[in-house]
C-alpha cells in the first residue's frame, strides 16, 4: 500500500524541525562519502556530508552518515536531529526495518521530545507502505493499525493522529477484504460454516468498510446452503435496510425469492 500522500506531511513536519544543513558548513557537503564515511570527521563536517547524500537522493548512504553523527557526536545537539534525519532517510530507501529501528531508538533516549510524535508517525508509516494485497499474509497490516492507533492515542490533537485516521480507515478496508478474499475460498470449497465467521466478522468488525454490503449477501448464500432460511432472511433484511441500492441487494433479494421457504421472504423484499 505504497503511498506518496504520506511523504509531504513527513517532509514538511521534518523541515520545520531538523531539515537543514549547518550554517556556514555548505563548502562540506560536497564531499563524496564512498569508504571513508567511517573515518572521523566534526559534526559539522559529517552531518553536512550526511544532508549532501539525501539532497542527491543517496538515501541509504544519508541515513548511514547521520548514523554516524549520532555515534561519533552522541552527546551534540545534531545527534537528536541527525537520529531522526536517519530514520527518514532509510524510509525514503525503503529500508523500512531500519527507519522503524531508527525512530524507536529515537523515542527509547528522547521519550518526551518534542519530535516524538513525529518519530511515531514515522513508524507508522513505515508499516503502512509494507502492506500487501489481500492475498499475502496480513501481520504487517495489524502492526500498521496498532502502530496508527498509538499515534492517535498519545497525540490525539496533532497533524499526524488526523492523518493516521483517514490511513486507520483504509487498514480496516484492507483487513476486512482479506476476511472477504477467506470467506469466499471457504464457500468455493462448500465450507459455508467457516465462511459465515468470516462474513460475519466482516460485518461485526468493519462495520464501515466498503465490504459489508457483499457480506451481508454471502451471508444470505451460505445460510441457505446450510438450510437455514431464518438466517438467510436476517441477513437480507439488513441488506435492504442500509443497502437498498446496491447490486447486493439485488442478488440477495433474487435469491431468497427462489430458495427460501414461502414467507421467509416477506422481509427482505
Keep these: 500500500m505504497r503511498s506518496l500522500a504520506s511523504r509531504p506531511l513527513l517532509f514538511a513536519a521534518l523541515a520545520a524541525a531538523v531539515f537543514a544543513p549547518l550554517a556556514g558548513c555548505a563548502s562540506n557537503g560536497k564531499k563524496k562519502a564512498g569508504d571513508q564515511r567511517y573515518i572521523a570527521r566534526d559534526v559539522d563536517t559529517l552531518y553536512n556530508l550526511a544532508y549532501d547524500r539525501l539532497d542527491r537522493r543517496d538515501y541509504r548512504v544519508a541515513a548511514q552518515l547521520f548514523d554516524e553523527v549520532e555515534r561519533q557526536h552522541p552527546y551534540s545537539v545534531w545527534a537528536r536531529r541527525a537520529e531522526l534525519m536517519s530514520s527518514y532517510s532509510y524510509y525514503l530507501a525503503r529500508s523500512y526495518n531500519d527507519s522503524i529501528k531508527s525512530s524507536q531508538r529515537f523515542l527509547s533516549i528522547h521519550p518526551g521530545n518534542r519530535d516524538a510524535a513525529y ?139 427462489r430458495k427460501a421457504p414461502k414467507g421467509v421472504v416477506r422481509t427482505a423484499g
Design 119 to 257: 518519530a511515531y508517525y514515522l513508524i507508522a508509516v513505515d508499516y503502512y507502505e509494507q502492506i500487501n494485497d489481500v492475498t499475502r499474509d496480513q501481520k504487517i497490516t495489524q502492526q500498521a493499525l496498532d502502530a496508527l492507533g498509538e499515534l492517535i492515542r498519545r497525540y490525539p490533537d496533532t497533524k499526524y493522529a488526523a492523518d493516521a485516521r483517514l490511513k486507520v480507515d483504509l487498514v480496516n478496508d484492507h483487513l476486512a477484504g482479506k476476511e472477504m478474499e477467506i470467506g469466499r475460498f471457504y464457500q468455493r470449497r462448500g465450507q459455508w460454516l467457516a465462511a459465515i465467521i468470516r462474513f460475519r466478522a466482516v460485518i461485526d468488525q468493519y462495520q464501515t468498510t466498503t465490504h459489508v454490503p457483499e457480506a451481508l449477501e454471502r451471508l444470505v448464500e451460505s445460510n441457505l446452503a446450510l438450510g437455514l432460511p431464518e438466517e438467510a432472511e436476517r441477513s437480507a433484511a439488513v441488506l435492504g435496510a442500509n443497502y437498498p441500492g446496491s447490486k447486493w441487494y439485488g442478488r440477495a433479494y433474487s435469491l431468497m425469492t
